[in-house]
């Protein structure tokens, strides 16, 4: 959903400018969940949209013998997810291009399943993301995604405000769903309550377990980020980051924003 850049950078910023390994609310178990979703099975096709630093397309790949290939806008991410496919061995399972979420660059009916983890709601029309995820899975096939989802009602201005600092647009859990459906979209099922739940925003590190919301980055890990985030938008971006983390973790702790796993199937007609 597009916004208008007026808390940047967002908390989605702040991650990507740390180039720590920080994972999607739910961690591996959301991930570990979203292949049981869409019943991974060796040979299988897997398009991961969105891919980032490779890790879930890897994971796939190492866990269920399944073909993945990713797609991300970003060249570093591209380049960092392909460096640790060589490191592992996996060049023949896994491959990573850059490309727009929007605009795929696939002929229809391509993949068995095609996942998005935690970025629909990063590009300008999520709508669009979710049609193509649809357009290039096979019929019959699943489509999953997990997203940030309102779980209170709040006003029009306080989602927006705290969609521009987290960088990502939360929907309602109908919305999403609904948006599903336009995209073609059948027999969709979804689960919210149990990564809604306050700690699955924290405990997002590949390396380590994370006891409260303060210690997603160590003490040096912070300076580091804080550094790079001088470099790129001076003090007052630092003290935006600051700002953002605060108010997003408020949000998540006063049980306004949420998250959802949803999976969908593609219609045999479309």
Known sequence: MKRKGIHKPTVEDAIEISGIEILHPGGYELTKRTAEFCELKEGMRILDV????????????????????????????????????????????????KGDSQDLPFKDN??????????????????????????????????????????????????????????????ELTKWVEMLEIAGAVNIISESEKWSEPEMFWNIRKDRKVKNHKSVMSIGEKLTTAFRVLKNYGFDGVKKV????????????????????????????R
Request: glycine content about 8%; some cysteine.
């Open 242 to 269: 600051f700002e953002n983390e605060k108010f997003f973790f408020q949000a998540v702790l006063s049980g306004v924003l949420g998250y959802a796993l949803f999976k969908g199937v593609k219609q045999t007609d």
């Open 110 to 171: 391509t993949f068995d399943v095609v996942i998005n983890e935690c970025a629909v709601g990063i590009p300008d029309d999520s709508q669009k993301v979710l049609n193509e995820m649809l357009r290039v899975v096979k019929q019959n096939g699943a489509v999953a995604i997990h997203e940030s989802v309102w779980k209170k009602p709040i006003s029009g201005a306080k989602k927006e405000e705290i969609s521009e600092r987290y960088g990502t647009t939360p929907l």
């Open 50 to 97: 969105s891919s980032g630093r490779g890790t879930q397309a890897i994971y796939y790949a190492e866990t269920f013998g399944v073909d993945v290939t990713g797609i991300d806008i970003s060249d570093k991410m591209v380049e960092t997810a392909t460096k640790k496919t060589t490191e592992r061995g996996l060049s023949e399972k896994v491959r990573f291009i």
